[in-house]
Structures are given as C-alpha cells and as structure tokens.
C-alpha cells in the first residue's frame, strides 16, 4: 500500500469514475486502474465495485479512503515541517574542525554569528584526523573543515560537497636570529640539513617535507613531532627546529619570535575546505554557517598579508 494508491482511491470516492480520476492527477485511465488492482491485492475485502458504467467504493474503500485522507494530510504536513526546517535560519549546525582550525576560526566564527539578528545553534568539535580520513566525518558532522596539499588526492565526489575556504601557503618558519632568516625566500637545498619540528605522519607539514626530502636528494632529520601550530612555533623560537606552518590559519606567534619565509621550487600549498553532504546545503541553517566561516577566513587573509 502505497501513499499515491491512497491518493487515486479518495479520488475515485470523490469524483466516481476511472476517467476523471485520471483527468484530475492527469494519468491515464489505465494507470489509474493499474494502482487500484496493486491496492486491492493488500486486502480480501473489496474496496470497489461496479455501479452501472461507473466504478464506486464499497464501504471497506470508503473507510480506507478515509484513513488514506489522513495519511494523505500527515504526509503534506510532514512535507511543510521539512520545508520550514530547510529555510530557517535557527536550528542546530554541528561543526568539525582540525586542531589549527578551530584556534584560528572557531572563536571569530562564533562572533560572526552573533551579529546575525537570527543565528543557528553551532556546536564546535575539534577532530584531528588524517587527511583521507575527514570525509568520513560528514556522517557525524554537518560541516567539516578539512585540509589537504595541492598534490594530494582530491576529496570524493560522490555523496559529497566541498566548498574551498582558502588555498594557503605553508611556510618554512626560522627563529629570528637564524642564519637563513636575511633570505627573501628558500630553497629545498637550503633547509634540508636542518633539525625539524612537524606534524605527525598523514598531516600536511609532514606529507610536504616529504617534498622537501624528494626534491633535495636528502633524509632529513625530524627531531619533533607536534600537531599544534602554537607549541610548534615555541619550539622554532627557542632554536631548537624549524618548521612549516601557514600562512593565514596558523596561530600568530609573539612578535618577534620567528619569521615566515616562503618555500620556493615546490608547490608548498594548501587548501582548506568545507565537506558536507549534499543535503545538508538544503538546509538554510547549514549555508549561513558556512557564509560566515567564507568571510572569517576572508578577514584573516586580508590582515594578514
């Protein structure tokens, strides 16, 4: 029994023949007839019955049609609440981030929204997760903000939606004092014997100084590994490494503590993304989010160049 059979079977109580039945939900008289049979076939009791050259309910369709009508109006009812969800701009928007990304946006997101006259309700998580593991996120999560380097495989398509928030550089950050710190920009050559702060493996610092090491025929000496942009940068302040942090959504170190210094002859880039699934962008709530997180990110860029 399906919702549409429910449908033909009021409409035949209400107009009495097949062929206006079909006029009316313009189908074919054979349709129509078609349903009614599937319909019948779910119950011994005849829910029709010939009346002269017309096809009229027995009091068994009566009562069916009767309690189709409601079905028929729970299922319009249902249709309006999910419509009324879809463009509210209320509501409740989970939020997934990685560690950086949360220091750097989740706090300015927050403010952004606060200024909205109608905001939704948004829970913030942070999930480090390996770059090929953020997709799977979107499961729990109606936006993930996820990375990856320019030359690493691109996000799935199928049952996905990516919108790019900033394609950033990640630098190669000196202690001031740093014998390279006078040069404009370096080379793979110029920083592949030095001692190394970086991510764990299946982060883009990590998968990038595996570039490093490619391009400059060397092993490089990793002495380090942290995922959190603020400690790292204490690290390169006191001497001990250098590092590779972004440009626009690493944390600000104290000034004069280190310099940045772009990473020539390699495409030392990164893109920031939003993953959700395609339903979720029906949803009103969802798209003024990820409006908000499009113009945080935007101001960010622009202090900081």
Known sequence: MEVHQLLILRELGALGSVSAVAKVLNVSPSAVSQHLTALQRSFSTPLTAKQGRTLALTDAGQVLADAGAEVIDAMAAARTAVETFEQSAGGTVSVSGFHSAGQSLFGLLLQELARLPTAPDVRLTDEDVPRQDFPGLTARYDLVIAHRLDHSQAWPAAGLRTITLVREPLDVALPVDHPLAGCAELSADQVAGERWVTTRGGYSPDDLLDA??????????????????????????????????????????????????????????????????????????????????????????RERQ
Do not use: F, K, M
């Not at 590779?244 to 210094?261: H, K, M, Q």
């Not at 495409?267 to 003024?288: F, K, M, Q, Y």
């Open 212 to 301: 490093v090491a490619a391009v400059s025929g060397r092993q490089l000496t990793v002495v380090h590994r942290i995922n959190d942009y603020g400690t790292l940068n204490s690290i390169v302040a006191a001497g001990h490494a250098i590092g590779l942090v972004p440009r626009y959504t690493s944390p600000l170190a104290p000034p004069g503590s280190i310099v940045l210094r772009p990473l020539a002859g390699i495409g030392a880039h990164r893109t920031i993304d939003l993953l959700t699934r395609p339903e979720n962008l029906r949803r009103r709530s969802v798209r003024v989010v990820a409006q908000a997180l499009n113009r945080v990110v935007a101001g960010i860029i």
